[in-house]
């Protein structure tokens, strides 16, 4: 390799002795004209030799950026420290420590419970610091499954490879909705446009050229792409000058600090109750406090107590808990082929109203089949099914000039089969299937286009809805070919080829080619056209090219719907989403599908065109929407997915939009949840989505919004489950400070061990409940509803109570059984010890039933099945089994002040527990029995 050129390597101009990456070719690229980039990076038209890869990549290592600088785990763990819980329990247990320090004598509680804060912060902090350690990670292994793959030539072969794979001297191919691998320099460029947005903070897309261009900073050189941004039309081949870290991305990425975490509506909402919640308890407290100091309480003991109680009500584990079942669904969707990139994605799910759904790939599988040619008035059908060279036309001859054109205006390529999977296509779906079908007529387009030559071309882009290319023959004549939906193309043609006889477009033959087209599209096909026109010189205008055509016929393909289509779309409608389809394809082929998948099942339903939809203008949309039928919405452009978007968001709808191609973006970024497809979609499209389908399929939306609904409801159950218990813990102390008891029924460091010992791993089993049956048998949450509606304050309120009551009723019972006046009573009397370890073993075990009554809000639990959460019976079977032990181990009776408890006793809270659940199905029965239809979220 001739290396005279100024070359950066490693280490080089400062940029860290770690880099492993480098450039190529220097500052003077952008001046060169294209043939002299070529000599000047070493390589060729053809790209790299597949041999000269490997020392290149020695030389420059991989296409990567240096991990970004985590923030450093010490500043996490500290990070821990300072939010306001931790604060809040700091200064708690620093003013316990000195109360034991001021008290005469000493008592070993109060440094038990100084002790047993400090603990409460430190476990708190350990759970908050894993919990999001454990986030980071499950983002990174989340972004790992959505590789970066790229289209590079090397040996002359069009090739899709990972990002990472590319080194300076590779030529990539790039088109529309295409991320930039590397920083490329262009050497061939059709109407290219970047989007430099994340490089230079300019939001225009701006026009990229393969021309030489001036001296001057690199960055501004019209003729280069760089890493980072994306192409926004057109497309290209550029040859790599620099990778990874040595690219202009790669030194801004390297300033930039990581971005800050953002919480979404859900976590934001339950910090602030579970502030509000504190709140109440450090009002609780004082309010305890107030009360006893009167009644000749000692002082300090009674500080310390209300502070315990206080202490005890907080809820600190609820914010760390809800990440944890966020993360939980935001996993399981993975599982399901659903990456969601923000947890906020989760949350809108639950609520997602409408979906607003393309119909390639996403309903039907994307593997396109021409199974019908139409030229000179015939129909010609084509046998043969997918990307195999097996078929036939019918009667090849009268097709061929149709063929070879829309042959010639593609850029996907067949990609022979290999060991691993049979034929497959790199690119364009439909076009892959204009390929086959030029094979099955016996073309051979590779010979056609080496006899012609492309010299130009203008891009597909949805919106005009065609493409053509720039031929130039032997004679040295040029010729263009255009394809495209045939409504568009016919409009542009004068002429048509009628048996190899140009004819005018009469109105006769126009009506002939329209019901050809209609024909087609009524058995659900997608239909091509192709046409053709001479040209003068090789550098015609778009205009010129795309008009004054000769039609050449009608192609038309089968696209199968996806089986799985037809269940999900039922689900949706169980679930009360409607569904709209929106599609640049014609109305006829739109109808045929959504009737086959279901999502049209009226006889007449509401089809819009996209030209339609510009004259309706803004009050029409909305009272277009207003009707609660259903809808299709055809030929329309990116621009009309984005206004339709907005009109829905305006009517209060929570809206899931699917995208592939670059225009999708903006549509993708305004909607609630914007899906993109992890298959087949653009770069761009996936960047601009929050989440991404691993299989392009409409029924991992609907999983998605299945598991996005059971995760709100699992927080509810939580919430509840921890709530409820709260109250049992207040309500028995109320009532003895009430009542002029002068000890409490359940100490600080008892309540500590409840929330922090045996009701943590149940709450988090809660969290990751499966979905409930009839989870999408019901109409979505209303966007507005609180997560702590009156509804679940009322269920709060009623398991409380009874717990409440429960709890009560055993402490009295037992201080009344003994005789005992209540003056008499000292912390270390038996009878007393006995009475505090039945309220705290009552509270345990009806927290085990009570975490089996909330996993159902209607249903009755034994429908689910009492088993179906063996993390849930473990959970509670902890917490029972820790209670046993503070119970009957002597070392923790110390601590606790606790009694062993017989046998009997046990069974007494048994039988108030399982009277607990009892209460609870009676009530559902109640529900499920008086109020069926109401199945509102809210008011269950
Ligand atoms: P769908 O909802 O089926 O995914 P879409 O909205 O993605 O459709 P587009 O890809 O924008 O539709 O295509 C719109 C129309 O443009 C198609 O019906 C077809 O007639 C035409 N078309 C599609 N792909 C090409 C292509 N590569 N070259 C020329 N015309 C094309």
Redesign the pocket.
């Known amino acids: 390799m001739g290396m005279e050129t100024p070359v950066r390597t490693p280490g080089d101009g400062g940029r860290g002795p770690t880099a492993p990456s480098g450039t190529l070719g220097g500052p003077t690229v952008p001046r060169l004209a294209p043939a002299e980039v070529f000599a000047e990076l070493d390589t060729s038209p053809r790209g790299l030799a597949s041999t000269d890869v490997a020392g290149r990549r020695d030389r420059f290592g991989f296409n990567e950026l240096p991990q970004a600088r985590r923030r450093g785990l010490w500043r996490d763990l500290a990070g821990q420290f300072t939010d306001l819980f931790a604060v809040v329990l700091l200064v708690a247990s620093a003013i316990t420590f000195l109360a034991y320090g001021l008290q005469q004598p000493r008592d070993v509680g109060t440094l038990q419970l100084a002790v047993a804060i400090l603990g409460v912060v430190v476990l708190n902090a350990a759970i908050g610091f894993a919990q999001e350690y454990s986030a980071e990670r499950t983002a990174e292994s989340l972004q790992a499954m959505v590789p970066h793959t790229c289209r590079v030539l090397r040996d002359g072969e069009r090739q899709e490879l990972p990002a990472r794979d590319l080194v300076p001297g590779d030529v990539v191919v790039l088109e529309a909705g295409d991320a930039v691998p590397a920083d490329c320099r262009l050497t061939e460029a059709h109407e290219v446009r970047a989007n430099n947005a994340a490089l230079t903070g300019e939001s225009d897309a701006v026009g990229r050229t393969a021309e030489p261009v001036g001296a001057g900073p690199v960055l501004e050189a019209r003729n280069c792409v760089f890493m980072g941004t994306d192409i926004a039309a057109g497309s290209a081949k550029a040859v790599v000058f620099a990778t990874g870290a040595a690219t202009e991305f790669g030194h801004i990425f390297r300033l930039a600090a990581a971005a800050p975490r953002q919480k979404t509506p859900l976590q934001l909402q339950v910090a602030s109750m579970a502030r509000r919640v504190a709140g109440a308890a450090l009002a609780i407290g004082a309010a305890l406090f107030a009360v006893r100091v009167p009644t000749g309480q000692p002082f300090v003991e009674t500080f310390v107590f209300a502070l315990g109680v206080m202490v005890a009500l907080v809820p600190e584990g609820l914010p760390a808990t809800l990440s944890v079942s966020l993360a939980i669904g935001v996993r399981r969707m993975a599982r399901r082929h659903a990456l969601v990139k923000q947890l906020l994605a989760v949350e809108a799910l639950g609520s997602t109203t409408v979906v607003c759904t ?4 996403t309903l039907t599988q994307a593997e396109m089949t021409v199974v019908q040619v139409w030229a000179g008035g015939e129909p010609h059908a084509v046998s043969g099914v997918g990307y195999g060279p097996v078929g036939e036309v019918s009667d090849p001859r009268p097709v061929r000039a149709l063929l070879r054109a829309a042959g010639l205006c593609c850029n996907a390529r067949l990609v022979p089969p290999s060991d691993r999977e049979g034929r497959r296509i790199l690119g ?1 779906t ?2 892959g299937a204009l390929l086959v079908v030029a094979a099955k007529a016996g073309l051979d387009l590779a010979a056609e286009e080496a006899a012609a030559p492309r010299v130009a071309e203008f891009p ?1 882009d ?1 919106t005009r ?3 053509s290319t720039v031929h130039a023959d032997t004679g040295g004549r040029y010729h263009a070919y255009v ?3 045939p409504q568009e193309l016919l409009a542009r043609c004068s002429a048509i080829d009628w048996s190899g006889e140009r004819r005018p477009l009469t109105a006769e033959l126009r009506a002939a080619v329209i019901t050809a087209n209609d024909e087609l599209a009524s058995q659900g096909l ?3 056209a192709a046409a053709w026109r001479p040209l003068a010189d090789s550098r015609p205008a778009q205009d010129e090219v795309e008009s004054e055509l000769t039609l050449l016929g009608l192609v038309g393909m089968l696209d199968p719907p996806r089986p799985e289509v037809s269940d999900a779309v039922n689900a949706c409608r169980r679930a009360g989403i409607r569904i709209v389809m929106v ?4 109305p006829l082929t739109a109808e045929a599908v959504a009737r086959r998948v279901g999502i049209v099942r009226e006889a007449a339903p509401a089809i819009v065109t996209g030209t339609q939809l510009d004259e309706l203008g803004e009050n029409g949309l909305d009272s277009l929407l207003d009707e609660s039928g259903e809808l299709l919405l055809c030929r329309v452009s990116p621009e009309h997915k984005m206004r339709v978007v907005t009109a829905l968001q305006r009517r209060g709808e929570v809206v899931a939009v699917t995208g592939d191609g670059a225009n999708d973006a903006p549509a993708l970024k305004h909607a609630d949840i914007g899906v993109a497809m992890g298959a087949s979609g653009t770069d761009v499209a996936r960047e601009a989505a929050v989440m991404v389908l691993l299989d392009d399929s409409f029924a991992s939306i609907t999983t998605a919004v299945r598991l996005g609904r059971s995760v709100y409801q699992n927080i509810r159950k939580f919430l509840i489950y921890l709530f409820s218990h709260n109250i049992a813990e207040l309500v028995p102390i109320l009532a003895a400070t009430f009542a002029g008891f002068p000890l409490v029924p359940i100490t600080a460091v008892q309540i500590l061990a409840i929330d922090l010992g045996s009701d943590v791993l149940p709450a988090l089993a809660l969290g990751a409940e499966p979905p409930e049956p009839d989870v999408m048998d019901r109409p979505p949450r209303a966007r507005q509803e609180r997560l702590f509606s009156t509804a679940v304050m009322g269920r709060v309120l009623f398991l409380g109570g009874i717990q409440a009551l429960g709890v009560t009723a055993v402490f009295f019972w037992h201080i009344h059984g003994s005789g005992i006046p209540y003056s008499d009573f000292t912390k270390d009397e038996p009878v007393y010890r006995e009475a505090i370890t039945m309220v705290q073993a009552g509270i345990v075990v009806s927290q085990f039933f009570n975490a089996l009554a909330v996993r159902t809000d209607r249903q009755s639990v034994f429908r689910i099945g009492l088993l179906s959460n063996p993390w849930l019976l473990a959970g509670g079977g902890f917490g029972i089994a820790l209670m046993a032990a503070i119970s009957y181990l002597p070392p923790l009776q110390d601590v606790f002040n606790t009694a062993p408890l017989a046998a009997a006793d046990w069974a007494v809270l048994a039988g108030f527990g399982a009277l607990l659940l009892a209460a609870e199905e009676t009530r559902k029965w109640w529900l499920r029995r008086h109020r069926p239809g109401n199945r509102k979220e809210g008011e269950r």
């Open positions: 393309d119909k390639t790939g364009d439909t076009e597909f949805s809805k065609l493409m394809k495209g939906a997608r239909v091509l599609t640049g394809d014609h």
